[in-house]
């Protein structure tokens, strides 16, 4: 059993933008007994609804939004920076073709609901409080359309309450 300290999301200390676009996270959730997760560099933590909260964005296409979707929380999982190449992979490969957490020797077990790495040093607990499709009229600068979505499928945006942090 991995062996955190609970915290809350004013207690975070480092700079989400090295965080997610540079260390990246995993986004886990569980669905019918199972985890899946997905490496993810876009996102971010702020404060909504007199809340503290993370957004994240998933493609329609990912195999783990569906385990996103089926719950009502999900994790972003946190390495400082290592696990960059298990990553990767658990970014490339879908969890549709192959048991991509056995494959990376990534393990995981549930820790306050929700799916929690071993190799974590932060563990966000999520409870969504938003999703919605990204639609084109949306978009005020069209050139993003060209750039991230001319060949592949919209995100969904969702807006989570920071549940509780769970440290190392």
Known sequence: MIEYKVTS?????KNPIKMIGQDWMLIAAEKDGKMNAMTASW?????????????VVIRQTRYTKEFVDAGERFALNFFDGDCKQEM??????????????????????????????????????????????????????????????????????????IEKVLEK
Request: aromatic share 10%.
């Open 88 to 161: 990767g992979r658990i970014g490339k490969v879908s969890g549709r073709d192959e048991d991509k957490l056995a494959v990376t020797g990534m393990k995981a077990e549930m820790a306050e609901g929700v799916p929690a790495f071993e190799k974590a040093t932060k563990v966000l607990v999520c409870k969504k409080l938003f999703a919605q499709k990204f639609d084109e009229q949306s978009f005020i600068d069209k050139s993003i359309l060209d750039r991230w979505y001319a060949s592949d499928t919209m995100h969904t945006l969702y807006i989570a309450e």
């Open 43 to 55: 996102g971010g933590i702020g404060f909504m609804w007199n809340k503290p909260v993370a957004f």
């Open 9 to 13: 999301a004013e207690d975070l200390q």
